[in-house]
């Protein structure tokens, strides 16, 4: 079948930037919208499962399936440790005729941008400063001194591709960015 003309919702953001919860939002907003579910080589944590919040896979099945290019995009985002978008996860959702939200990172999502140009709309979500990124980071409770400089490096360096994105919300007060990304989600699904 036939399914690169079903839309793509991308959204992504530095870590902290507030994109899962402008995901949230706009799936309970727009019910057309289902959750594209990423295969991870993780352990799952304690309240994850399987199939619902990532597909769970050994690094040697994931290694499999990249070169049986069974992904639309993967990345090994820290260490050891890949992510990825499978081509069957897409299919499964375009099958239900619904839109896949991709709540990816920045390189995944320019890849998905890539493959899928013409039905892709990405949306990037800047924090309002790196610095405010960091007091989002500290107030999580869950990050080493190590841990937080990674990050806010990697922030740095992933706000510098914001610009390949189709659009940008800066997420200063969290009700308006969802509210911009409502509208700027409505003028899209119009296409």
Not at 52 to 76: G, V
Not at 155 to 167: M, P, T
Not at 170 to 180: D, G, P, R, S, T
């Amino acid at each position: 079948m036939e399914t690169t003309h079903q839309k793509i919702l991308i959204i992504t953001a530095p870590s902290g930037a507030g994109k899962t919860s402008i995901t949230h939002f706009l799936m309970q907003e727009f019910p057309e919208l289902t959750f594209s579910i990423s295969a991870t080589t993780r352990n799952a944590r304690a309240n994850e499962v399987d199939g619902r919040d990532y597909y769970f896979i050994t690094p040697e099945l994931f290694k499999s399936k990249i070169q049986k290019k069974e992904f639309a995009e993967w990345e090994m985002v820290y260490e050891g440790k890949y992510y990825g978008t499978l081509k069957s996860e897409l299919k499964r959702i375009w099958l239900l005729n619904k839109i896949p939200v991709l709540d990816i990172d920045v390189k995944g999502a320019l890849h998905i941008q890539q493959q899928y140009p013409e039905n892709t709309l990405s949306i990037f979500v800047e924090p309002p400063s790196v610095d405010e990124l960091k007091k989002r980071l500290l107030s999580r409770g869950t990050e080493t001194e190590e841990s937080l400089s990674a990050r806010i490096n990697k922030a740095s360096y992933e706000i510098g591709f914001k610009e390949h994105f189709d659009k940008i919300i800066v997420n200063n007060v969290l009700e308006n960015a969802c509210i911009q990304a409502k509208e700027i989600l409505t003028e899209f699904l119009k296409n």
